[in-house]
């Protein structure tokens, strides 16, 4: 009885530690055949699409207003550029605690593909090692440190003082619904191009070409379709002039939204549907001007699996037509954080972006100084 009591524990154990030493690998099959299946939607977002004769003419500066005579302003889009980084208090972001050497790179791209007027990148914690205290010094931080010098300009936010801290600190949970970071984060773009207009970034987007036919456009604001299916226009890439009406009705729209359940409406789709509304004050691009390929399973493989050596060759040569892009007409790769962090991001190194051939390593190779 003793025996075979034992027996069955040492069974029991033994399945036990299997399954830990897989969790990672069933984990990863588990997504992956959640995204992959026939019925997760992926195929519409990665549906073949061609570009509209409206969208070109976006891209190479021929657009015109619907209505000529409403012609808002004639005077150029800044070329300036816009990042945020560190709004949550990094004791409540596990995530994406320190600026590190991707964020270096999305910056690096924007100097050298933009040759900005300036380059502002707005913070509320930047210090190394993450620090709750909102005060502390950002030069702490190597990656910091090094772009400061080539001209970068920190421009701090401190933290919202309104609405209060939650009672209980120790509950991250609440105090991140407490402050709606999401919405922070959402609404403090289009602050800032309210403000000063120019070019907005997230830190995980790329750019990789000017934009100077985009800064003439007669449109106060432009935008990037999402996905081939056009399903939404992607907040993540953001270019206007100060002062636009459009962005003023999109910000009053998040002053009663509920992000912990619609943020992917208000910061994707609803921009789409006020574009629709108002064509006037929006001009919309094609799918691969900033959000080709997108951020299914396979795009966002297919950007970071190993090439061989002809391919590799190919993709070179392609780039190099292209000047810096994987397509004629892509202006900037936004690499979709939340879906490749783990999986691809959080991997890379210098040395790994320097010597693996993947596209996206193609693509960020050259923004890499070289002593680093
Ligand atoms: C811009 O794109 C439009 C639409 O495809 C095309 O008709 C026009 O010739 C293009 N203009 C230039 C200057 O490339
Ligand atoms: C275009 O402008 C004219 C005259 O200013 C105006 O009557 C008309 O409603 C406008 N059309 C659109 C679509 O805005
Ligand atoms: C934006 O509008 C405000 C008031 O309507 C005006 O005072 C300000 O000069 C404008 N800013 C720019 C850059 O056009």
Sequence with gaps: MIVRNALRLCILCYMAFILYLFAPKLYYLFDRLRQTNPWSGQKWIEQIWIPTDAELRCLNGTAQLPNKTSSSSSSPIPNIVHFNFGLKNPLYDSKNPQFDFLNYLAIRSALISLSPDALYLHYTYLSSPPSADPYSSPKTNPWIRRLTRQGVTLVHHPPPSTPPPPQNPTSPKQHRQHLQYPHLSDTLRLNILLTLGGIYLDIDAFALRPFT?????????????????????????????????????????????????????????????????????????APDAFFWPTWTWRHIEWMHSLLDRQKTKEWKDTIERNEGSLFKNQLAYHSWNQLAWDRYLSKLTPEIVRTKNTRFNLLMRRFLEDDI
């Design 213 to 285: 036919s985009l800064l003439h456009n007669p449109h106060p604001t432009i935008l990037g379709h999402e996905g081939g299916n056009r399903f939404g226009l992607c907040n993540a890439v953001i270019i206007s002039r100060p002062n636009s009406s459009f962005l003023s009705r999109w910000l009053s729209s998040y002053s009663h939204a509920d992000l912990s359940k619609e943020w992917n409406y208000h910061s994707v789709r609803l921009p789409k549907i006020l574009a629709d509304e108002n064509p006037d004050e929006v001009c919309t691009l």
